[in-house]
């Protein structure tokens, strides 16, 4: 009975040590970056209405929701997603305040992932919202930031990697494929399954678009893919989007920034409110994307207020399992301080001494010196302080 109360849920795993300090390091470096950026923390709370994500345009895909009841009945969420939530903040509390937004945040999303898929259910992001800005400054902008916050970590091969879902969306409702297909497609280009994606399009009646479609996957490298672009998809439509990309590919050259930087025609993000330019941030070793974001004009209006937004988010964990090769391994004390009898009020003065010259000092919670000598031995404590009438140091290595 009960055994459940030995382990952690599926998807979710204890933090300790050196994977706590890592992740704390991954959070202050990038807070530091953001608040020194205009940004302002937001907190939204952990549980949400589940109609916070059950838009019929923008919504959530509700198998991947973890829900619960409230004592009325009412259907709750854990949040699966922190960007709908800071859109309804934006759109009831923050209505009046003066636009752009420049929101940050720093909590966990709560998905449920396929059994065996190594994938956590527990996530825990760091990112930014610009609201009620538009326009090819503010993307830019967010292109920068995100590059920054990476690079704020101590990485030392990171890249971003650049797309509009303008492609995806133009092509895809050419063709009028119903919900179903038009996820099949998606996830195909996603995992840039040729083969599969290939059978599936040639079934199509609309071969322009479709052929279209095929080539998106294979569209990705420097500057070259927008010519390529250009020459080979055969549709005006896109020509806007391509034109957006090459002046922000641009812009992040001139930075210095262009050998962090890639083009993919093919990201096509599950997410379905984005509306514009798309980005992913990977980190050399790391087999999952580390930082997602994106432009999504329309989202706002689903909490009745339309305006433009942009944002991102970065995986705390993913980044912070980078650093952990260079973090100290679960770091001791300097010193241990031991009071004999009647003299812990001393010990503990001496503690805070110690603390202000910047020492790590740990009280000894043990009845005798030997005893304390031989916690100290198994933590590996280097000296012990005893302290009565006088203040002994005693060195044990």
Do not use: W
């Not at 970056?33 to 937001?42: A, K, M, N, P, T």
């Not at 919900?179 to 083969?195: A, D, F, S």
Request: hydrophobic share 40%; with cysteine.
């Amino acid at each position: 009975m009960h055994k459940n109360k030995f382990i952690t849920p599926e998807g979710t795993r204890d933090i300790l040590f050196e994977d706590c300090a890592a992740r704390r390091k991954v959070e202050a470096k990038i807070k530091d970056l953001f608040i020194s950026r205009g940004f302002s923390e937001v907190i939204t709370p952990g549980i949400e209405f589940y109609d916070v994500f059950s838009s019929e345009s923008h919504g959530v895909s509700q198998e991947t929701i973890y829900k619960l009841i409230d004592h009325k009945g009412r259907l709750l969420a854990l949040k699966p997603d922190l960007t709908m939530p800071i859109a309804r903040l934006a759109a009831t509390r923050l209505r009046d305040q003066a636009r752009p937004l420049r929101l940050y945040y720093s909590q966990n999303i709560y998905t449920m992932t396929p059994a065996l898929t190594g994938r956590s259910d527990e996530v825990p992001q760091i990112g930014v919202e610009i609201i009620g800005a538009g326009g090819k400054r503010t993307d830019l902008e967010v292109l920068v930031l995100a590059l920054e916050a990476l690079q704020s970590c101590e990485l030392d091969d990171f890249r971003l990697e650049i797309g509009h879902i303008g492609f995806f969306s133009t092509l895809i409702q050419k063709l009028h494929l119903d919900t179903e297909q038009t996820e099949e497609v998606r996830t195909l280009i996603q995992n840039k399954n040729y083969p599969a994606l290939n059978d599936m399009l040639d079934k199509m009646e609309d071969k322009k678009t479709a052929a279209a479609l095929k080539k998106l996957p294979a569209l990705f490298g420097g500057e070259e893919v927008l010519d390529e672009a250009a020459s080979t998809l055969d549709c005006p439509e896109l020509m806007p989007f391509l034109d957006a990309l090459r002046s922000l590919y641009h812009s992040l050259a001139e930075l210095g920034l262009g050998d962090r930087v890639s083009l993919d025609l093919g990201i096509v993000n599950r997410t379905d409110y984005y509306t514009g330019i798309v980005f992913k941030g990977y980190i050399e070793g790391l087999g999952t994307t580390a930082l997602q974001g994106g432009r999504y004009d329309s989202l706002l209006s689903d909490y009745g207020k339309d305006e433009p937004a942009v944002g991102f988010s970065i995986n705390v964990d993913a980044v912070a399992k980078v650093l952990l090769p260079s973090m100290p391994k679960n770091p001791v004390p300097d010193v241990l301080v031991f009071a004999e009898e009647g003299y812990e009020v001393k010990a503990l003065l001496e503690i805070r001494k110690l603390v202000s010259h910047g020492f790590c000092a740990e009280f000894s919670t043990f009845d005798t010196f030997d005893e304390s000598r031989r916690y100290a031995v198994k933590r590996g404590i280097p000296t012990v302080y005893v302290v009565n009438e006088d203040l002994v140091e005693v060195r044990l290595s």
